[in-house]
């Protein structure tokens, strides 16, 4: 069974690399971290914060384009040219069809990642030796924890494609429910809390069903923004163990809860 998962995971990630579009998104990445020297001059004050915010945001746009330009091609492109049939008449379940996936569509967006992060080390790293004295709270365990954060966040992403995949054959109608649901989940939070604040300040701003309503959405929604550390990453602030662990393990529980889900959907799929 994991030869087979491993097989087509190789296959689904050298059909990614084979994709023109990934070079782009290197490109425009690497334009990023690279204007982040160039202006580094003009946030004197906060140019040690800035650096890394900034790094940490490329990584992370250029992640997001990875999964959604490139990762959901990757899972219609069987259904759109029939060859599913080919690949499920082999001694592959779908079960193992769907690990497959998901496991080379991860792959490819970590080799990615990797990659962009030796030239986002390298560009911090040159603004740090530049200008030292900006720097004095910058540490790159935390910087590091930060990128591993990114990348499990980006993995997660890539279970709620292949999720919506499983469940529909339109490549638009996944990307449109995949980046409503990474909207919901990086701002859903910020917005329960502002609504409890306001209430508990006397001032209501939404009603009591509607924030039941989100409070349900909330649940059923994974939250993103418990796995951004650009904050504690760009003023260096100390990360805790516990936290570390368990927003850990959150997101390799929703991982598997989604890909679960979308083994029981895909077997009871069929394709004409």
């Known amino acids: 069974m994991l030869q087979r998962v491993w097989a087509l995971a190789m296959v689904t990630c050298k059909e990614g690399i084979r994709d023109r579009s990934l070079y782009g998104v290197l490109l425009f990445a690497l334009f990023v971290l690279g204007l982040n020297v160039a202006v580094a001059g003009f946030f004197m004050r ?4 800035v650096t890394v915010d900034m790094n940490l945001a490329a990584l992370s746009f250029a992640g997001l384009l990875l999964v959604f330009f490139i990762g959901i091609n990757l899972m219609a492109k069987d259904i759109d040219k029939k060859t599913i049939q080919l690949v499920l008449s082999k001694p592959f379940s779908r079960g193992e069809y769907i690990f497959g996936k998901y496991f080379g ?37 935390v910087f590091f924890w930060a990128v591993a954060f990114i990348a499990l966040q ?4 890539c279970a709620i494609v292949v999720f ?17 649901t990474y909207l919901v989940g990086v701002t859903l939070e910020e917005v329960l809390f502002y609504l409890k604040s306001q209430a508990a300040a006397g001032e209501v701003v939404a009603s009591e069903s509607l924030r039941s309503v989100l409070e349900v959405v909330a649940w059923l929604v994974p939250n993103f923004a418990a796995f951004d550390l650009k904050t504690e990453a760009a003023h260096g602030l100390a990360l805790e163990p516990l936290r570390l662990l368990t927003t850990a393990g ?18 009871r799929r069929e394709f004409n």
């Open 46 to 49: 906060d140019l040690g914060k």
């Open 105 to 141: 569509l991860v792959l490819l967006v970590l080799s990615t990642m990797a990659l962009l992060l030796v030239f986002s080390s390298a560009t911090v790293a040159g603004v740090h030796s530049m200008y030292p004295a900006y720097f004095e709270g910058f540490s790159w365990s």
């Open 154 to 157: 980006l993995a997660l992403l």
């Open 164 to 180: 919506f995949s499983a469940i529909t054959t339109s490549s638009f109608i996944t990307l449109i429910f995949s980046m409503a």
């Open 250 to 267: 959150y997101g390799f529980s929703y991982i598997l809860l989604l890909l679960w889900l979308a083994t029981l959907i895909f077997r």
